[in-house]
Nanobody, 113 residues
Framework: VRLVESGGGSVQPGGSLRLSCAAS????????MYWARQRPGKGIEWVSS???????FHNDWVKGRFTISRDNADNMLYLQMNSLTAGDTAVYYC????????RGKGTLVTVSS
């Protein structure tokens, strides 16, 4: 299994970023997929999930701001993040399990003015 996140960077409060995750080594279209994050000094926390059919779920504190999506044909997972705040600063991971054991190396998102 290989998961490679990209798309992180530095952005001002109120800005947007789109994270991507390239998946390989398993039948992507069969699995729920997840985004998790680790804020500075904190543990890993769930952000969003998506079923194989594309129905997404989000943690309450990102609802209305973040949107998870996937492209099963290209084995890609996405996270569109809007209205970013300093509290969203974190390393973001994609994972194929809800324990986030099987995850990529992450992509850093820094929200700062």
């Amino acid at each position: 299994v290989r998961l490679v996140e990209s798309g992180g960077g530095s952005v001002q409060p109120g800005g947007s970023l789109r994270l991507s995750c390239a998946a390989s080594g398993f039948t992507f279209s069969d699995y729920w997929m997840y985004w998790a994050r680790q804020r500075p000094g904190k543990g890993i926390e769930w952000v969003s999930s998506i079923k194989p059919n594309g129905i997404g779920f989000h943690n309450d504190w990102v609802k209305g701001r973040f949107t998870i999506s996937r492209d099963n044909a290209d084995n890609m997972l996405y996270l569109q993040m809007n209205s970013l705040t300093a509290g969203d600063t974190a390393v973001y991971y994609c994972s194929k399990d809800f324990t986030f054991t099987t995850r990529g190396k992450g992509t850093l998102v820094t929200v700062s003015s």
